[in-house]
């Protein structure tokens, strides 16, 4: 069976430091692969999609980016936290032509 | 822009009673509907999707769909306090994107 793990699961960091955010499931190959946000009391927001290696798209202008350098493999990135950036983060994937979207557990992030 | 609109609640009802779940959604061209349940601190698990216009059922679980109205409902029979949380409707856009609604509270008092 598929399996999405996310790490870690919680993250405090300061303001204009980095962020690393991962994401692998295992159990698939070839996944689509996706991060959210999903800010206090507000809904999900898609921040970037991948349909394979290298292959990243942008949903939402912002400072965070993605990379996927292996199949089942997707990070998200910043250079330097804004206070807005604190949320909690959900990475899903769907499998070949399927389209329902399952989700890790989340990192909730909190920047200070 | 693509939008799904829910009402935020909270919805209350007591236990053993049914609740239902209203969703719209903006683009009439979206053929596939899902509904997930969201535990507080937790993240989305999947209830059910629908593509077909009228009832699907899954237990306690049906999900209404009317592609002419542009409505997804969600109704939960028999509700029990462990059905307390945030349900999300999520609609296909297209290109396998899910575009989701902010989610109804949905509270089931014993």
């Known amino acids: 069976s598929q399996t999405i793990h996310q790490w870690p699961a919680t993250l405090v960091q300061p303001v204009g430091s980095p962020l690393s955010l991962e994401c692998t499931v295992e159990?698939?190959?070839?996944?689509?692969l996706y991060w959210y946000r999903q800010a206090a009391g507000r809904g999900l927001q898609l921040l970037f999609y991948?349909?394979?290696?290298?292959?990243i798209s942008s949903e939402v202008p912002q400072n965070l980016s993605a990379s996927r350098p292996q199949d089942r493999q997707f990070i998200l990135s910043s250079k330097k936290l804004l206070l807005s950036d604190s949320g909690f983060y959900l990475c899903a994937w769907t499998g070949g032509l399927q389209e329902t979207q399952y989700f890790g557990p989340g990192t909730r992030l909190l920047v200070l | 822009q693509k939008e799904v609109e829910q009402n935020s609640g909270p919805l209350s009802v007591p236990e053993g009673a049914i609740a239902s779940l209203n969703c719209t959604y903006s683009?009439?061209?979206?053929?596939?509907f899902f509904w997930y349940r969201q535990y507080s601190g937790k993240s989305p698990e999947l209830i059910m999707f629908i593509y077909s216009n009228g009832d699907k059922e899954d237990g306690r679980f049906t999900a209404q769909l009317n592609k002419a109205s542009q409505y997804v409902s969600l109704l939960i029979r028999d509700s029990q306090p462990s059905d307390s949380a945030t349900y999300l409707c999520?609609?296909?856009?297209?290109?396998?994107?899910?575009?989701f609604g902010t989610g109804t509270r949905l509270l089931v008092s014993p």
């Open positions: 159990g698939t190959s070839n996944p689509n």
């Open positions: 999520a609609v296909n856009t297209g290109f396998q994107k899910l575009v």
């Open positions: 991948s349909v394979g290696i290298g292959q």
């Open positions: 683009d009439r061209g979206s053929q596939s």
